[in-house]
């Protein structure tokens, strides 16, 4: 056996070569640092321990590194650190932790993994979670590209991996469910939806067993690794498949046209609150990863209401940050990235917010991301709200006024019309300072949190209390309207209201200015069962039932047709901002009476005309309980007759129509039915 050298400090992580892997690891404080090597996930004793010594030239300054001549791919391996207990003082070392790599690229779980062992004082190893060496250059791409869409031709849908397939009904074979190949099965049904791009709920490496007890963690909103993908959404428990199957959904996707956004957590990690187990960096240098009260360094600051949260402007978590997202463009392949909670990345190395973060600054300016999609969630869970106002050109936000403002509307509430005429057009009220395009807005009226959009025409009130956290947790303003009746219902009257109203939202989010994004089942009427935080059930509550595509046709149709509509309309990227695009394109509001446009606090009624791509349009929207009759006229001299696309109100296939078979409407007016909307279209007569 050849004697291990000193290795070099770049790059960071375990790097394979023809003769060995070098391995580098940063960790400014601690006395000692060990190598581990395990033959197997579950050992309970390391086969070789590399001690790295300093003195062998084994460190570089704040980082450690060695190269091990005959180590290969697939090689299991950790780390162990010596240093003081001294939380006080912000250190906690634990000499018996086995500690993952930062920059580990796969991990392997121990069928006994165990959270409370890490979590506790004494020796994890049997039931730790470890790194693997895997080596990248192996796999074919064959050429793959990304479909590079831009943004003004996108409709995003947010997807879980796992439950998108998990489900008995998805007709997959078993060992395919829930999993990353169980999704290359359905992207026909995504294509046939006609969604361009998949939002992926957290594919980073989770701890599952960070949830109440006899549940688990499905949403995965609690990262131990920023470069594994998570291996329980591979079909196979080798970890270095784990990589191959991810890689071979992103290529299956890309080849349909479908691009690939990560919802990524770069804001807090599993290791939570001082009570929490030592997986990697709070056993590396919990001073410089973590924000720590500054009276008291045993206590985490919390803004991400999770137990702690990543001092992202610090020098090397900064730098891991931009590693990790260079990694998942360059070496997985993927197209963007929606940042959760993305407010705590504007907070300096002290907590405070501050107007030019050094690490946005990095994600803005970095030329390997300057292709990719960023969203911002463009808020905190400490009260730093920056919709609107998030830093930088490159970002795209979440617009929560819009999920909000259209929900209050549509509900019923009073003072939401003029609301409603701003989220149409893009929020100008909220983005028009900026000289933004319309794309600045990701419109959504329902997300993973909350309600599914069934949910929120059923229920009034969240129900939780299968959480066991005595239906205390989750949204209590959701802005609901169960339409009569609490929960399930055979009232037929009830259900035709409810699917209306689905409908509405559809309506709404799919033809407004800016970046529409629609939840994973709505569009067959998934449930939860009134549950708006089901972040704990991996189970047939949280699951796409796939008979619901039957069950519900009629409203897959509608969506269906919405979105193709949407995305066959001729649009050009022009990259106007929204204040030129609402010059080019002049808005006349109406009311029931044509050019009276109703704001009043109690109206419920909107209406709007405008000219564009050859056609002209008229929506109605009518949010009172009784019938409205809505005023029409020739949108030109030489235009045709006014022609019915949309009408909420009619049962499949008259609530949407083909624009060449759409009937004419032969009144100079239009009576909207309560709860409802239409959407006229005429097309301007060649001369």
């Not at 199957?245 to 990560?262: N, P, Q, S, T, Y």
């Not at 009629?554 to 649009?571: A, G, I």
């Not at 009518?622 to 949108?635: G, I, R, V």
Request: with cysteine.
């Amino acid at each position: 056996m050849k004697d291990i050298t000193q290795g070099q400090a770049y790059p960071l992580g375990a790097t394979v070569h023809r003769d060995g892997v070098n391995f580098s690891v940063f960790s400014k404080r601690c006395a000692a640092l060990e190598l581990l090597f395990f033959d197997g996930p579950e050992d309970a004793r390391p086969a070789r321990v590399i001690e790295l010594d300093p003195a062998r030239g084994h460190r570089t300054f704040s980082y450690w590194h060695a190269f091990v001549p005959g180590a290969k791919k697939g090689q299991i391996y950790g780390y162990r650190a010596y240093g003081p207990h001294d939380p006080e003082r912000g250190k906690r070392y634990d000499s018996g932790k086995v500690l993952l790599d930062p920059y580990g690229r796969s991990v392997a779980v121990p069928r006994g993994y165990d959270r409370e062992a890490a979590s506790r004082p004494g020796d994890n190893a049997a039931t730790a979670m470890k790194s693997v060496v895997v080596d990248l250059t192996a796999y074919d791409w064959e050429g793959d590209t990304s479909p590079n869409r831009p943004f003004a031709r996108t409709v995003v849908y947010e997807m879980h991996v796992g439950g998108f397939t998990r489900h008995p009904s998805s007709g997959l074979p078993t060992r395919k469910r829930g999993t990353y190949l169980g999704l290359i099965e359905k992207i026909p049904y995504l294509l046939e939806l006609g969604v361009t791009a998949v939002e992926l709920l957290p594919v980073f490496q989770f701890d599952p067993q960070e949830a109440p007890p006899g549940l688990s963690n499905y949403w995965g909103y609690n990262p131990v690794s920023f470069f594994a993908p998570h291996s329980g959404y591979s079909s196979s428990r080798n970890p270095v498949r784990v990589l191959d199957e991810f890689r071979d959904m992103v290529k299956a996707l890309h080849r349909a046209g479908i691009e690939v956004i990560l919802d990524v957590v770069y804001n807090h990690t599993a290791e939570g609150d001082e009570s929490g187990p030592t997986f990697c960096f709070r056993g590396l240098d919990n001073i410089d990863y973590y924000f720590l009260d500054a009276d008291d360094k045993a206590r985490y600051v919390d803004y991400a209401g999770t137990g702690n949260a990543l001092n992202a402007n610090h020098a090397i978590v900064r730098r891991l940050i931009l590693d990790s997202l260079r990694y998942w463009v360059e070496e997985m392949h993927v197209d963007g990235f929606r940042f959760d909670l993305a407010s705590i990345l504007s907070r300096d190395i002290e907590g405070r917010p501050v107007a030019n973060p050094p690490v946005l600054w990095d994600i803005e300016t970095d030329p390997v991301l300057s292709g990719t999609k960023l969203i911002a969630e463009a808020w905190d869970a400490a009260g730093l709200y920056q919709v609107g106002s998030f830093f930088g050109d490159h970002w795209k936000e979440w617009n929560g006024r819009f999920r909000d403002d259209v929900r209050s509307f549509l509900r019923g509430d009073e003072g939401y019309v003029k609301e409603l005429a701003a989220r149409f057009l893009a929020s100008p009220d909220i983005y028009g300072h900026r000289e933004r395009e319309p794309e600045q807005s990701i419109n959504f009226v329902t997300c993973h949190d909350g309600f599914t959009l069934n949910d929120l025409v059923s229920y009034n009130k969240k129900h939780n209390a299968a959480n066991q956290e005595q239906n205390r947790d989750g949204r209590d303003d959701n802005r609901s309207w169960n339409c009569g009746v609490e929960g399930e219902t055979d009232d037929p009257s009830v259900e035709r209201l409810r699917a209306r109203q689905i409908k509405n939202f559809f309506s709404i989010n799919l033809l407004a200015l800016g970046v529409p994004m629609i939840s994973m089942g709505d569009e067959v009427r998934r449930t939860q069962r009134g549950n708006n935080n089901p972040y704990c059930h991996d189970s047939e509550l949280t699951w796409f039932d796939w008979s619901f595509v039957d069950e519900h046709r009629d409203l897959h149709r509608f969506v269906k047709k919405l979105v193709h509509f949407r995305s066959n309309l001729p649009l050009q990227d022009h990259g106007f901002s929204l204040t030129e695009v609402l010059r080019l394109t002049p808005v006349q509001w109406h009311g029931v009476k044509l050019n009276e446009p109703d704001f009043a606090h109690h109206s419920h009624s909107l209406a709007l005309t405008f000219k564009g791509l050859g056609h002209w349009w008229h929506l109605m929207v009518n949010a009172y309980t009784e019938p409205l009759q809505f005023e029409l006229a020739l949108p030109a001299k030489k235009a045709t007759r006014w022609r019915q696309l949309i009408d909420t109100y009619k049962e499949s296939p008259e609530d949407f129509h083909d624009l060449p078979d759409a009937p004419f409407v032969e009144e100079p007016h239009y009576l909207v039915p309560p709860h409802s909307l239409a959407l006229l279209v005429a097309q301007h007569k060649r001369d």
